[in-house]
């Protein structure tokens, strides 16, 4: 990679946390004020994929 497309590249990483700061600051504190987060909602995706994706190996082998 030359030294300009280097320089460019560090440039536009300033760019673009220089623009997200604020939003991914206001989300931090946001995420600190919540109450507990509901884990149910979450891993119950989850572990229909990893279920689903167990019985698509199981039948693949068979």
Known sequence: MAL????LLGIA?????F???PGAK???EQ????ENPDWYGA???????IFFIFM???????
């Open 4 to 7: 300009w497309e280097q320089v």
């Open 13 to 17: 990483a300033f760019v673009i946390v």
């Open 19 to 21: 623009l997200f700061w």
């Open 26 to 28: 206001k989300a931090m």
């Open 31 to 34: 995420s600190k004020q919540a």
């Open 43 to 49: 891993l119950l995706p989850i572990g229909v994929v």
């Open 56 to 62: 698509l190996i199981m039948i693949s082998r068979g």
